[in-house]
Every structure is written in structure tokens, then in C-alpha cells.
């Protein structure tokens, strides 16, 4: 029953370095979300996909850039990390808007700081 | 103007009392809300979808939906310590795009 799986849990970059947080799921669900969550603070959405090569911007997209190639793997890119990058990036998917509950499947999270 | 917005507390009561969370929406075309539980350094996690006007109970939790008021909110019944945690307050739109608040912190004092 693995859900939702994000990789790495943990990273440290410098200001300047790229990366991708990977993102997998194995319920067969067409949406998948990036979220982002600053310390004491709610959830941000950054990008999410209605299904394999579509995608679309949430409230919080410069700087990240995902693809999505397979209805399993959503991929979060950032391109020149910056300092206000760090948070925890949070990795969702849900099944069909009104076939659905409209629940969200959560990964556990990584946890990404920019020196 | 957020798309959701919530008391951020922190809110604290203690054991066997009600804690009362509430929440308000900007977007009347919302169509379904939620609440999710986060405990510290955890994911968040589903405790209560709602969909109509009215009261939904689900053991010691009540949602309570008014649309007409964009508001909604979630009553703990008999609260544990085990229920502090983090609420967060999630509204999904059409589009399938779900909008969350900053979450209010509830501690229950044993």
C-alpha cells in the first residue's frame, strides 16, 4: 500500500543549484498536486495536473517547473534555488473531481532548505 | 481577498470540552470542503468532507456547512490530548484545484 511516494525526504542545496523532488503514485489517479508549507503556515499550491501531459499553475509557480509524462510520476523541478524555497514540499493526487470524495493522498513530505 | 481563510489560534481547551474551529471562503462557486489533521511534522491527513448545507457527524466530529454565509466550521466533542494537532481548512473548486487555509493549532490540555 504504498499511496503516495516523495523523494528525497531531506535535501540541502546552495542558492543557485538545481533539483528535482520526485513525486509517484500507484492509485491510478489522474490529478496529482505540489504543494508547499512554510513553517506555521498552510498550504500552497504551487503546480498540479488534471492527467499525463497536462499541467497547469497554482497560486505559487515562479520558480518550479513540473512534467507529466505518466499518469504515476509528477516531478518538481527548481531551477536556480533561492533562500525562499525553503519549506516542505508536499506531493497529492485525488481521484476524479465528481467521481470521487474529492480526498487528497498526501506523500510525507520533503523537506528542502536553500543556504 | 484569500481563498480561505481561518483563525490561526492558538486555541486551547481542555480535556472532554468542545473545541470549536471555524473557517470562511471567498468563492461561492466552491463546491466541496474539507478538514484535514496535521500533526507536527506529519502529512495532513482527511477527518471530514461536507457537501451541503447543514451538520455532517462523524463520531466526535461535527462539520457544519452554510453556504450562504461561506462558512464553515468543525466542532471536537469530548477532546483528547491526542487530538492536538494542526486543523487545516481546505476548499475544493471547480477544476478539481483545492485551496487550503493557514490551519489553526488546537492543544488540549489533559
Known amino acids: 500500500n504504498a499511496g503516495v511516494t516523495q523523494t528525497p525526504k531531506f535535501r540541502i542545496l546552495k542558492i543557485g543549484q538545481s533539483m528535482t523532488l520526485q513525486c509517484t503514485q500507484d492509485?491510478?489517479?489522474?490529478?496529482m498536486y505540489w504543494y508547499r508549507q512554510d513553517p506555521g503556515m498552510g498550504l500552497k499550491l504551487i503546480y498540479y495536473s488534471v492527467g499525463a501531459g497536462i499541467t497547469d499553475k497554482g497560486e505559487v509557480p515562479n520558480g518550479y517547473n513540473v512534467s507529466r509524462s505518466t499518469t504515476e510520476d509528477f516531478p518538481l523541478r527548481l531551477e536556480l534555488a533561492a533562500p525562499s524555497q525553503t519549506s516542505v514540499y508536499f506531493c497529492a493526487s485525488s481521484q476524479e473531481g465528481l467521481a470521487g470524495s474529492g480526498e487528497l493522498f498526501f506523500g510525507e513530505g520533503s523537506r528542502l532548505t536553500v543556504l | 481577498q484569500k481563498e480561505v481563510e481561518q483563525n490561526s489560534g492558538p486555541l486551547s481547551v481542555p480535556e472532554g470540552a468542545i473545541a470549536s474551529l471555524n473557517c470562511t471562503y471567498s468563492d461561492r462557486g466552491s463546491q466541496s470542503f474539507f478538514w484535514y489533521r496535521q500533526y507536527s511534522g506529519k502529512s495532513p491527513e482527511l477527518i471530514m468532507s461536507?457537501?451541503?448545507?447543514g451538520d455532517k457527524e462523524d463520531g466526535r466530529f461535527t462539520a457544519q456547512l452554510n453556504k450562504a454565509s461561506q462558512y464553515v466550521s468543525l466542532l471536537i466533542r469530548d477532546s483528547q490530548p491526542s487530538d492536538s494537532a494542526t486543523y487545516l481548512c481546505a476548499v475544493h473548486r471547480a477544476g478539481n484545484q483545492f485551496y487550503f487555509g493557514t490551519g489553526t493549532s488546537l492543544t488540549v490540555i489533559p
Open positions: 492509485m491510478n489517479h489522474n490529478y
Open positions: 461536507i457537501y451541503s448545507n
